[in-house]
């Protein structure tokens, strides 16, 4: 079973840079593959970036893509998500999700893997892009 734990949110200017932490537990980070997600208010859940931990696979977004970076801390066993170049429309809650890699189907080197795929999650925490 695995935890995951976010880190890293707050407020910060359109155009700012924020580093999302998910620290993850109870497996191996090698055998699994994580995700973010955002929840922006009145909004559905969105798939923004996935990596898979056993061949360092990644996939983003066209909303993210260019401007967040996900990587791997195997040491630390924690997945970060760098976000640059931030704006208004990236505020929402933002949540890692979890899952060993052999449950998954839609496989992140093709899909950015949708929540539906996931089992384990993260609290949420709160990102506010605002000036």
């Known amino acids: 079973q695995l935890k995951l734990v976010e880190s890293g949110g707050g407020v910060v200017q359109p155009g700012g840079s924020l580093r999302l932490s998910c620290a993850v537990s109870?497996?191996?980070?090698?055998?699994?593959?994580i995700g973010w997600f955002r929840q922006a208010p009145g909004s559905e859940r969105e798939a923004l970036s996935c990596?898979?931990?056993?061949?360092?696979?990644?996939n983003y977004a066209d909303s993210v893509k260019g401007r967040f970076v996900i990587s791997t801390d195997n040491a630390k066993n924690t997945v970060y998500l760098q976000m640059n170049s931030l704006k208004p429309e990236d505020t929402g809650v933002y949540y890692c999700?979890?899952?060993?890699?052999?449950?998954?189907?839609?496989?992140?080197?093709?899909?950015?893997?949708?929540?539906?795929?996931?089992?384990?999650w993260g609290q949420g925490i709160q990102v506010t892009v605002s000036s």
């Open positions: 999700a979890g899952d060993l890699e052999s449950t998954i189907h839609y496989y992140c080197s093709g899909y950015v893997t949708p929540d539906t795929e996931y089992v384990f």
């Open positions: 109870g497996v191996s980070l090698g055998s699994s593959q």
């Open positions: 990596v898979s931990n056993s061949d360092g696979m990644t």
